[in-house]
């Protein structure tokens, strides 16, 4: 439906909620498929009219999850109950939305500011090309998390995949248990920390901003990389080449609180 017609048809928050309720029926129309980029429209022009407080509240829990919940949502407070698919918070420009459920892949990508919480696990690529905000998740994150982030905040109390942060250029990333191999991986600024332990390759290709590791790092440590900071608090199965040119990285690694000497390609711990 034209934006211009939504505008001038008078409906209320409650009326948003009871369309969740309705739209079931329409599950097998071509059109379903858009239902969750027509939620956030009538969200956004409500809010844009009334500015409400009050948090939109979308109850989603037997519908198959919908993609597009709050697409570039612009201010307003949102309350989502259930499952969703793709893209939720996709280019949000400020708001507060809590999810008491999961995700698909593509949640907050190129999130430019607000505050998003997730209660479940979320997919991959989650918060890629990040530009400010925060986002919480209760639950596991799938690979890429964080890819290309620019700045914000991102904290995970679940575990995460590989290639966590991979190409960041700032902006923090706080995970509470454990993440998968290529962690930081060409990493440009920025930091990343692991309460738990983290796969192979943590470090590769770094070139700028720190990586914490609170417990142990696997293989190949720092491969390849040629700067930033590196810290591990327990223990290193062991080390990468360190640099790209000949056997000299700036990258600074510190292992149980003391440098390591990072002048040798290819050596062990």
Known sequence: MDKNRLANIPYSSDDITQI?????KYKYEKSFKDSGAFLTRLINLHYEKTKQEKPYLLLLEELPPL????????GA???????????????????NV????????????????GSVHITGNAGHDISENMENGELHIDGNVENRCGKDMKNGYIHILGNVGSELGFGKKGGDIIVSKNADNNCGIAMNGGTIVV?????????????????????NAGHKLGDFSC??????????????FLSYGPGISQTKIYCKGKRVNTRIRGWKW
């Open 20 to 24: 969740c309720s309705e739209i079931e």
């Open 67 to 74: 993609d597009y919940i709050c697409l570039d949502l612009k």
């Open 77 to 95: 407070s949102v309350e989502v109950h259930g499952t969703v698919g793709l893209a939720f918070c996709y280019g949000i420009k400020c708001g």
């Open 98 to 113: 809590i999810l008491n459920g999961s995700c698909s892949n593509f949640a907050c990508k190129e999130m430019k500011n």
């Open 195 to 215: 309460k738990g332990n983290t796969g192979s390759n943590t470090g590769g290709s770094l070139q700028n901003g720190t990586i914490i590791v609170e417990g």
């Open 227 to 240: 700067g930033g900071t590196i810290h591990v608090d327990g223990d290193i199965a062991s080390f990468g």
